[in-house]
């Protein structure tokens, strides 16, 4: 079965400072890869999501994440945040047996 | 599209009574998913049926549990008798395909006293 780890549990940032926050999955096969997030009291909105070609893959709100396959990894990434991207951040793989495996999320304060 | 709708948004019931969670999917999506979300436990896929077919329901914690899809266009969750540990944010999501993303619905708030 399919694993995903998030290695950043919460991750503090000053405005316009850079972000990385790390994904791991463990599968072998075609995957499709996902990254969703959750702004304070509200519902999980998808992020974006990979499902083949170019490995870099941009998503709303300026974020991209790289699909690097020999490292098993989907990493999200933004130049520059904001003071409204303090979400909780999941990264989810769907292979194809229908659902999504999540990782257990990452939490993200910027500070103005 | 109006999304994934879910009901009520807010339920406040004690202990020992019978909270049914409601769900309507995107028409078309032929996935649904019910999800439990704590701050113990994180993010917990409960059950998930495909073309209004229960799939998977391993993450159903006990079988107070239980969760139906009569017509493509409604699900039900209920727990039956209801405990102060089922309290958490209960969301429904829907799929189109299993390789697309999920649309999640607002969730429901449920609070067992």
């Known amino acids: 079965a399919q694993s995903v780890s998030q290695h950043n549990h919460h991750v503090i940032l000053s405005e316009a400072a850079s972000l990385e926050l790390g994904c791991n999955y463990s599968y072998g096969g075609t995957v499709n890869l996902f990254w969703y997030v959750q702004y304070p009291g509200q519902h999980l909105q998808l992020l974006l999501k990979?499902?083949?070609?170019?490995?870099l893959v941009k998503g709303i709100k300026g974020f991209e994440a790289e699909f690097i396959k020999s490292k098993f990894s989907f990493n999200l990434r933004k130049p520059s945040v904001q003071w409204s991207d303090t979400a909780e951040y999941f990264c989810a793989v769907n292979t194809n047996a229908g659902k999504s495996t999540f990782g257990d999320g990452t939490t993200l304060t910027v500070k103005p | 599209d109006a999304g994934v709708i879910q009901s009520p948004r807010h339920e406040v019931t004690e202990m020992g009574q019978e909270v049914t969670l409601r769900c309507k999917p995107i028409?078309?999506?032929?996935?649904l998913f019910w999800y439990r979300q704590t701050m113990m436990r994180g993010l917990e896929l409960l059950i998930y049926f495909n073309n209004n077919v229960p799939i998977d329901d391993s993450g159903m914690p006990e079988d107070r549990f239980s969760a139906k899809m009569p017509n493509a266009s409604f699900s039900t969750l209920k727990i039956q008798p209801s405990e102060p540990r089922d309290s958490a944010v209960y969301f429904c999501?829907?799929?189109?395909?299993?390789?697309?993303?999920?649309?999640f619905g607002s969730g429901t708030r449920l609070t067992v006293v």
């Open positions: 028409s078309g999506h032929d996935y």
């Open positions: 999501a829907s799929s189109l395909r299993w390789d697309k993303g999920y649309t």
């Open positions: 990979y499902f083949s070609g170019d490995p």
